[in-house]
C-alpha cells in the first residue's frame, strides 16, 4: 500500500487524496486552515462547460469531467452521508444581438457531436424558459450539461466520505511517502518567488449571496457573470476579477455591480436580500489551464494546482490523471497541463 500526504483541503487536495485512496493507497491530508478554507469554500459553485467548438484537450476533459459529475457526486454523498449540493439543473445563456445568435446555432450543431449526443445546447424563446430572463433577442442558450454545486459543502461531503475511507485529515502532522501539494495560490506564489519568476498568480474573486429560493430553476450566465440558484433557498452571484488589491478575503464596492447586473438579468430578484458577501484568492496559472505532475521546486513531490475558475469542475480528471501517474507510472497528463506549460 503506497502511503501518501495532501497538503491542502480544498478541492484539488481533497479530490485528489479520494482517487488516490478509492485505488488502494494510504492516505493523509494535512491542512493548517481547514476543509475548504480557501478559494473552495466560496458560493458561487457553477459547473460550467466550455463552449461546444475547437474541440481540444482542455475541453474534453472538462466535457468528461462533467459528464461523470452525476455519479461521482452521488457516490460521494453516499460515502459520507453528506450532501454537496450538486444538481445538473441545465444553464441559461441570453443572447444579445443577431451575431450572438448566428454563434448560438452553429454550435449547437457541433455539441451534437461534441457532446455525444448526451447533453443538449439548444437556442430556444426567453419566453419558454423555466425562470424569466431578460433577453434583447428575446433568445437564449439552454444546455443540459452545466451543474451547480455548493463549494464548501462539496469539501465537507468529501471530507466525510474521505474520513468514512480511513483517511485521517488533520491540521497539523508528519508528512510520510510521497507528497502532493494543493495548496493553491500559496504555493503558486512560494514556487515563482523559488524560481525567480511568476508562474501563476492569485486572482481575488468577489461574490454575493442572496436569498431566493429558485432550487431547480437553471443558473444564468450573462457577460461572464454566474447566476447560480443553490438547492438551499438561495441564489450565488459572482465574481470579479481583480490582479490587484489590498485585503485578499475583504469585500467593497466592486461587489454592488454584479448584483445589480443579476438583478437586472434576473428580474425575480429584484427584491431579494444579500445575506453574504464572500472574497477569497483563486490560484491561476500561467497556462489558464490546471496544472499537474511532478512538482516543479521540491524533489520527488507531485503538484495538482491552478485550476482558477474551472477548478471544482476539473477536479476529479486531475485527481485521476495524478493517481494513474503516482500508482500507474502511466503519464498521460496532456502539455498544456504540465507544469512545464506555465514555466
Not at 501517474?325 to 497528463?333: F, H, K
Amino acid at each position: 500500500m503506497v502511503d501518501i500526504t495532501i497538503r491542502g483541503a480544498g478541492i484539488m487536495g481533497l479530490m485528489c487524496a479520494w482517487m488516490l485512496r478509492t485505488r488502494g493507497a494510504a492516505v493523509q491530508v494535512i491542512d493548517p486552515h481547514g476543509v475548504g478554507a480557501g478559494a473552495s469554500g466560496g458560493i458561487v459553485g457553477a459547473l460550467a462547460p466550455h463552449v461546444p467548438e475547437n474541440w481540444n484537450p482542455k475541453k474534453a476533459m472538462q466535457f468528461e469531467a462533467l459528464d461523470k459529475a452525476n455519479a461521482l457526486w452521488a457516490t460521494i454523498a453516499e460515502a459520507g452521508g453528506q450532501d454537496p449540493g450538486y444538481g445538473r439543473t441545465g444553464r441559461l445563456q441570453p443572447l444579445l444581438d443577431a451575431r450572438a445568435v448566428e454563434l448560438a446555432r452553429a454550435r449547437a450543431v457541433t455539441s451534437q457531436d461534441l457532446w455525444q449526443g448526451r447533453h443538449r445546447w439548444e437556442v430556444i424563446e426567453a419566453a419558454c424558459a423555466a425562470v424569466e430572463v431578460n433577453s434583447p433577442t428575446g433568445l437564449v442558450i439552454h444546455d443540459t450539461l452545466t451543474a451547480r454545486i455548493h463549494p464548501k459543502q462539496a469539501c465537507l461531503s468529501l471530507s466525510a466520505a474521505l474520513i468514512a475511507r480511513g483517511v485521517n485529515i488533520t491540521s497539523d502532522g508528519e508528512a510520510r511517502g510521497i507528497e502532493v501539494l494543493a495548496t493553491g495560490a500559496a504555493d503558486l506564489s512560494e514556487i515563482s518567488q523559488a524560481l525567480g519568476r511568476s508562474i501563476g498568480a492569485p486572482i481575488k474573486g468577489q461574490a454575493a449571496l442572496l436569498r431566493c429560493a429558485l432550487p431547480n430553476v437553471p443558473q444564468v450566465f450573462v457577460d461572464g457573470l454566474h447566476i447560480v440558484p443553490h438547492a438551499d433557498g438561495t441564489v450565488a452571484v459572482g465574481s470579479t476579477t481583480e490582479r490587484e488589491f489590498e485585503s485578499p478575503t475583504a469585500t467593497d464596492e466592486q461587489l454592488d455591480p454584479l448584483i445589480n447586473r443579476a438583478r437586472r438579468a434576473l428580474p425575480v430578484l429584484a427584491d431579494a436580500p444579500v445575506i453574504q458577501r464572500w472574497a477569497g484568492l483563486r490560484p491561476r496559472a500561467r497556462s489558464r489551464a490546471p496544472m499537474v505532475g511532478a512538482h516543479p521546486t521540491r524533489a520527488e513531490a507531485y503538484i495538482a494546482n491552478g485550476g482558477f475558475k474551472i477548478g471544482l469542475a476539473m477536479a476529479p480528471v486531475v485527481a485521476e490523471m495524478l493517481a494513474d501517474l503516482i500508482l500507474d507510472t502511466n503519464d498521460r497528463i496532456p502539455d498544456g497541463f504540465r507544469p512545464e506549460a506555465s514555466l
